[in-house]
């Protein structure tokens, strides 16, 4: 197979991907489907025969005939049942999603048993499952919480069946990153540097589905569309509205909702704010699903007293006016292409940003109730989390600057992250 063959960019072993399978290898069986050869018909691994650390020396810096992907095979890995009884767990159990899911059980348990698993999936789900259980129980959870915003809005079968394969496989291109840039993290612990490693993985994702599995172009777009967000503050492409599919924003509210629900104490309540506290990022009609959902959770316990949070809403007050009007600061006389980028970017984000803060309407001296002051929480903590991703955005956007500018740039970075002192 030639290096201009649509599968080419997978003839090398990715070592972060092929580590994790290795991983999962130790309490798995993961054996060569096939003999696997190197570009010069060298027989590296036979078929039948288990992968071991010994594959990985072997595979080093050698091009394949074949993608390693498409080589393997996980005999005793995830199943289409295994990931029935996943979504059944989450239905019976008592858990944060139980609300949302168990209304429609009958439909998500039809969808996931429409769920087909192709064997480069089934591997890699396979791998994950075993080496890195938080991000499967990720996928599974994004699984059951999109058939059920699509269960909600009467989809038909096949709808349902396609969002949440999709769902599933969103998050398959981080298996090709190092797992220090996972997302888990990335609302909080990521510096820029690593920021930026973790936004190609949607990418990676499409160009793999789209290269080594036969799943519909409606599914493969929508996995490279899953962080994107209809008003451009999304990644990797800052798409818009019309950019994306239906399916893609469907993932990305999913993605936002379960980032909410990661906080600690989190429920419904955050998952439902957390879509509709900046207008125009996602489908309003995508939020109805959560937030009727969230009507049956017990109201919202505030973490901190009235008096400590009118506090900490002044101060992410004084964040975004101090921000606002450093932006207005930042560019020279004659800016580079990147700041203006990060300029004109941060602006439409500030812009939005303030626009939900007043949409809110509890910010005015003695708007707040004592019954709404947990729901005023799970809004600051929405808005801090934006914050975070101006900031990133904003570094991102600019790229390589001049030391004048890079000083410029790092002066309205620290105005946006005022409100964590």
Request: aromatic letters at 4%; a negative charge.
């Amino acid at each position: 197979m030639s290096d201009h063959s649509p599968s080419a960019a997978f003839h090398t072993a990715n070592p972060h991907a092929l580590a994790t399978i290795l991983e999962a290898s130790e309490t798995r069986s993961i054996i060569a489907a096939s003999d696997i050869f190197d570009i010069n018909g060298m027989k590296l691994w036979a078929r039948n025969q288990p992968v071991s650390q010994e594959l990985q020396r072997k595979l080093m810096d050698r091009s394949l005939q074949k993608p390693l992907e498409t080589c393997l095979l996980a005999e005793d890995g995830v199943t289409p049942q295994s990931l029935k009884d996943a979504v059944q767990t989450l239905i019976d159990h008592e858990g944060v999603l139980t609300p949302l899911l168990r209304p429609h059980a009958h439909i998500l348990l039809q969808g996931v048993g429409d769920v087909r698993l192709h064997p480069v999936v089934q591997l890699l789900l396979s791998a994950v499952e075993a080496a890195r259980p938080a991000a499967f129980h990720h996928a599974v959870h994004a699984m059951a919480m999109a058939g059920a915003i699509m269960g909600a809005r009467q989809a038909d079968r096949h709808l349902v069946a396609q969002a949440m394969t999709a769902a599933l496989l969103h998050d398959v291109g981080e298996m090709y990153i190092s797992p220090e840039y996972g997302e888990a993290d990335a609302a909080y612990t990521l510096d820029v540097d690593t920021y930026r490693q973790l936004v190609v993985h949607p990418h990676i994702g499409q160009l793999l589905l789209g290269q080594l599995t036969d799943y519909s172009k409606d599914v493969v777009r929508a996995v490279g569309e899953h962080h994107e967000r209809l008003d451009g503050s999304g990644y990797p492409h800052r798409l818009t509205g019309p950019q994306m599919s239906e399916l893609g924003k469907l993932l990305s509210a999913t993605e936002e909702a379960l980032s909410a629900l990661r906080l600690p104490g989190a429920t419904l309540h955050h998952a439902s704010v957390a879509l509709r506290v900046v207008p125009g990022e996602f489908d309003e009609h995508l939020a109805g699903p959560l937030a009727a959902a969230a009507r049956v959770v017990a109201p919202l316990r505030a973490r901190q007293s009235g008096e400590d949070l009118m506090h900490a809403l002044s101060q992410l007050d004084f964040s975004l006016q101090g921000a606002m009007n450093r932006l207005t600061l930042m560019l020279p006389d004659q800016p580079s292409d990147g700041l203006q980028r990060a300029a004109a970017l941060c602006h439409h984000l500030l812009h939005k940003l303030r626009q939900g803060w007043n949409e809110s309407g509890l910010w005015g001296p003695g708007a707040m109730m004592i019954d709404q002051i947990g729901e005023a929480e799970a809004v600051q903590d929405a808005l801090r989390a934006r914050l975070i991703t101006i900031e990133r955005m904003a570094r991102l956007a600019a790229g390589e600057l001049s030391d004048v500018e890079q000083d410029s740039l790092d002066a309205f970075c620290a105005a946006l992250v005022l409100s964590d002192d």
